[in-house]
């Protein structure tokens, strides 16, 4: 069975950093493109980043690049999201989506391009 779990999230204040872990088990972790997105309540889920099976192609969405970092660990079956200058408007529910491809497409810069998803984790940004 293919399992993708996100874990990191919590409430921090506005100008915090927080980093979040997507975990893959099931089928090897080097063969998915992996990507991470986010929903706040009544709005679509929105493309935040996505990272290519070797880790060296990365892309961003607009609204987080500068801010927002994701990277991965193959020999640890692990993707991060680092992200910095949280703002209130980060809020929302964070989830971790795997691709099983290494071929990278614009597919991958929106949902439907991912086979398997996490069950979310929040994040909650105050001030």
């Known amino acids: 069975q293919v399992q993708v779990v996100e874990s990191g999230g919590g409430l921090v204040q506005v100008g915090d950093s927080l980093r979040l872990s997507c975990t893959i088990t099931?089928?090897?972790?080097?063969?998915?493109?992996m990507g991470w997105f986010r929903q706040a309540p009544g709005k679509e889920r929105e493309f935040l980043a996505v990272i290519h099976t070797s880790g060296g192609t990365r892309g961003y969405a607009d609204s987080v690049e500068g801010r927002f970092t994701i990277s991965r660990d193959n020999a640890k079956n692990t993707v991060t999201l680092q992200m910095n200058s949280l703002q209130v408007e980060d809020t929302a529910v964070y989830y971790c989506?795997?691709?099983?491809?290494?071929?990278?497409?614009?597919?991958?810069?929106?949902?439907?391009?991912?086979?398997?998803w996490g069950q979310g984790t929040q994040v909650t940004v105050s001030s």
């Open positions: 099931g089928r090897t972790f080097s063969n998915y493109i």
């Open positions: 989506a795997a691709a099983e491809t290494k071929t990278l497409t614009r597919d991958h810069y929106g949902p439907g391009g991912y086979d398997y």
